[in-house]
């Protein structure tokens, strides 16, 4: 990968404005923020000024982005972010740019002042095996490590494929004993999807889930293991069978920082600012 010389000009000083937001994120206690992966399609039909002000609208802040910037340069990108007072927290890669190139992934967060990075799919064909999980076992602890090394905190978010068994154990209880040098991301909708109890979980690996994905699923939904559901089946937080309050009571006892709505669903504009205020209800702010 190519970085043009503005772009390393541009990172020396972003590896000190990452430094100093991650300081700056102390000063929040549970904050709320946003995956904007939400309004994908908000961002391809009103673009990205109106869809961010969108957001700003919701009094958020914390977002995990700058996967897709939607057909602006990083520096635009970033302008419109600084304009509607948004700032990034998770940069958003995947597991070929985490295996391939991590100091690329490294070079993102630094510009966008990120403290986590975050992937979302380990490629697999069939059922997730375990030479899937080992090998990405293999890939989060050596880029994991050099990520660290740069101030930034690799993170797997799982899709409840992993819920697949190896030697009588989930293989994500595999990963989660096995990788050292990255972290973790729960998405509650995809724990509870794969049929398991995202409580039960943060209890059992206290400490190993960084930041959360909130996402509440409609009852009677049937759970899988191929990690892909119906996007409507996304409701209102508190509305569902995932349990969002007593997985905020269990995550605010750890003391996970970052509480991030995702909703994948049509009604988005009308569920999040709800589901804001449900969060609100139990104390995240």
């Known amino acids: 990968m190519k970085f ?21 994120a102390t000063a929040y206690a549970h904050e709320m923020g946003l995956q904007v992966y939400s309004l994908r399609n908000q961002f391809k039909e009103n673009g990205v000024a109106d869809t961010f002000k969108t957001i700003q609208s919701w009094e958020l802040e914390a977002l995990e982005a700058a996967g897709d910037l939607y057909g602006l340069s990083i520096y635009d990108y970033k302008n419109e972010l600084n304009k509607h007072n948004l700032r990034v927290v998770s940069v958003d890669t995947n597991y070929e740019e985490v295996r391939d190139n991590p100091m690329a992934v490294a070079y ?103 930041t959360l994905h909130l996402k509440d699923r409609l009852p009677g939904t049937e ?3 191929d990690g892909k559901q ?9 509305e569902g069978d995932v349990g969002i309050a007593a997985v905020v009571e269990e995550a605010k006892k750890q003391g996970i920082q970052y ?24 104390g995240v702010h």
């Not at 010389?5 to 991650?22: E, N, Q, S």
């Not at 119906?230 to 508190?238: A, F, I, Y």
């Not at 509480?259 to 139990?282: A, C, G, M, N, T």
């Open 259 to 282: 509480f991030f709505i995702e909703d994948e669903s049509s009604r988005v504009e009308r569920q999040v600012p709800k589901s804001i205020e449900y969060l609100k209800s139990l």
């Open 223 to 225: 759970n899988n293991l």
């Open 230 to 238: 119906d996007v409507e089946t996304n409701v209102v937080l508190g």
């Open 108 to 210: 993102k967060a630094a510009f966008f002042g990120a403290k986590y990075a975050t992937f979302y799919w380990i490629p697999h064909e069939g059922d997730f095996g375990y030479d899937h999980a080992k090998a990405a076992v293999d890939v989060m602890n050596r880029s994991g490590k050099i990520l660290a090394q740069n101030g930034v905190t690799l993170q797997y978010h799982p899709h409840g494929y992993e819920f697949h068994e190896h030697n009588g154990e989930p293989l994500l209880d595999y990963m989660l004993k096995n990788v050292t040098e990255a972290e973790f991301q729960m998405d509650v909708f995809w724990i509870k999807n794969g049929g398991a109890d995202p409580v039960e979980y943060l209890q059992k690996y206290p400490g190993r889930f960084k």
């Open 4 to 24: 043009t010389k503005r772009f390393k000009h541009t990172i020396a000083a972003c590896l000190v404005t990452a430094v100093t937001a991650g300081a700056a």
